[in-house]
């Protein structure tokens, strides 16, 4: 049963360039969070997706956006990168049942951002 | 979501217990107690949550006072494996976790 999976795992951009970084859940997830944890501190919420919808969104800037697929995959994307931006990206995944989430989430390993 | 207060950093001697405290004085009727942890270079790694009874499973204990403003992470015989960054967090569901500095646990010989 593979776990929380994210490509790539490191990447290195240059400072207004743009980034996309892939995650697929959980098999039986159908929820997916996106978590951004700079050196030192912990994960901080950014949105989450269920049915291709963003549910809930953390106080994150517009250049964060998302999407989620039919088959529960899901995309981030950080236009015009700047240097705060270099963290460790996190994807979670989980199950929404009745509007609101009870299983606990299940986190990637993640996917290391350095912008230069 | 209520903030919680950990420790920076704890001790343990592996194969003795490790009591991970918490504080939440705020935390409200409805909201859960979760418990994460962190090993270097993962991904957080959930453990154990509870409302307002004691909970075990086969990682850990939990224990929540009467009150529900404290609660105590408990790893019964604690690894080199276990060393890493302990997470408590208080929130309604599981939906947005609010994550902060977290207590890092070190095991030693």
């Known amino acids: 049963d593979a776990g929380v999976t994210q490509s790539p795992t490191h990447l290195i951009k240059t400072r207004g360039q743009q980034v996309t970084l892939r995650c697929s859940p959980k098999s039986g997830h159908d929820t997916v969070s996106w978590y951004q944890q700079a050196l030192g501190q912990g994960p901080q919420f950014i949105f989450q997706?269920?049915?291709?919808?963003?549910?809930q969104r953390g106080n994150f800037p517009d250049r964060f956006s998302g999407h989620q697929f039919p088959n529960y995959s899901s995309e981030l994307n950080v236009n015009a990168l700047l240097l705060g931006d270099s963290a460790l990206y996190l994807c979670?995944?989980?199950?929404?049942?009745?509007?609101?989430?009870?299983?606990?989430?299940?986190f990637g390993n993640g996917t290391r951002l350095t912008v230069t | 979501d209520a903030k919680t207060t950990q420790p920076p950093s704890m001790d343990c001697a592996e194969g003795r217990a490790a009591n991970l405290p918490c504080n939440h004085s705020t935390i409200s009727g409805n909201e859960y107690v979760y418990w994460y942890r962190q090993i270097h270079s993962q991904g957080p790694q959930y453990i154990i949550h509870?409302?307002?009874n004691n909970e075990t499973n086969e990682m850990a204990s939990l224990i929540i006072t009467e009150d529900r403003k404290s609660s105590t992470l408990i790893l019964p015989h604690a690894t080199l494996r276990d060393t890493a960054v302990y997470y408590c967090?208080?929130?309604?569901?599981?939906?947005?976790?609010?994550f902060g500095t977290g207590t890092r646990l070190q095991v030693t010989l």
């Open positions: 509870g409302l307002k």
């Open positions: 967090i208080v929130a309604g569901t599981a939906s947005k976790l609010t």
């Open positions: 979670a995944s989980s199950l929404w049942l009745q509007g609101v989430i009870w299983s606990p989430l299940h």
């Open positions: 997706y269920y049915e291709e919808e963003e549910r």
